[in-house]
């Protein structure tokens, strides 16, 4: 168990349609990120939090948008669906992220939610 | 298009033998990641190697980094079934800031 986790575990939901997951980090843990695996695109990093500011974006849709609340767990919302959008969503939270590179430290993922769109 | 690629993509080896995973990017980074992900699981954490030849082991893996020759290798030494997975690496590049680029993946089998 790493100590980060997703909510919910299993989406299905219809095209056009909005939904969004949740995540919540290792306990001091003030990163988080947003990744997405799908077996056309296969792994992307999304976004990166650091302490409730956004530190660094990826391939994220505009469709997409996430936010890190005051209480630190993260929320990513995916709007307009679309069939591609089906896939394995993961977080991780790592301690740090602060500096101008990326963390230094490991990242602990959560489970991750599966999305299908139909 | 900055390209980060694996290989093999598939491995299939004995129990007890060698064998290494290479993983060629085509941007500037002094900063790359490994992580395992087995079937139907989260990914894992495995090394981050953070300068020009840094070499970190653990257990029966040991990566490196080769930063000139933009090449990290996973090295697998004496396998066990446990290691089957896929292993997966991760680069970001000096001036995007903290942007992770993954490769496609190695599904690595270990059999008895």
């Known amino acids: 168990d790493s100590g980060v986790t997703q909510t919910p575990k299993h989406l299905i939901t219809a095209t056009g349609q909005r939904v969004t997951l949740r995540c919540s980090p290792r306990?001091?843990?003030?990163?988080v990120y947003w990744y997405q695996q799908s077996l056309d695109q296969g792994l992307q990093f999304l976004i990166q939090?650091?302490?409730?500011?956004?530190?660094a974006k990826g391939n994220i849709l505009e469709r997409f948008s996430a936010q890190q609340f005051p209480d630190l767990h993260s929320e990513l919302n995916l709007s307009s669906l679309e069939l591609g959008d089906s896939a394995l969503y993961f977080c991780?939270?790592?301690?740090?992220?602060?500096?101008?590179?990326?963390?230094?430290?490991?990242?602990?993922f959560g489970p991750g939610t599966r999305l299908t769109v139909l | 298009e900055l390209k980060v690629e694996q290989n093999p993509l598939f491995l299939s080896m004995q129990e007890g033998k060698n064998y290494t995973i290479y993983c060629n990017y085509s941007?500037?980074?002094?900063?790359l990641y490994w992580y395992r992900q087995d079937p139907g699981k989260s990914l894992e954490s495995l090394f981050v190697l953070l300068s020009n030849g840094a070499v970190k082991q653990e257990g029966r893996l040991m990566a490196s980094l080769d930063t000139k020759a933009r090449l990290s290798t996973l090295h697998i030494t004496a396998a066990v079934h446990d290691l089957s997975a896929t292993y997966f690496c991760?680069?970001?590049?000096?001036?995007?800031?903290?942007?992770?680029?993954f490769g496609t993946g190695t599904s690595l089998t270990v059999i008895p």
């Open positions: 306990s001091g843990d003030l990163s």
């Open positions: 991780a939270s790592s301690a740090t992220g602060t500096s101008g590179r990326a963390g230094t430290d490991t990242q602990y």
């Open positions: 991760a680069v970001v590049p000096l001036n995007t800031g903290n942007q992770f680029y």
């Open positions: 941007t500037t980074s002094d900063r």
């Open positions: 939090y650091y302490n409730g500011e956004e530190r």
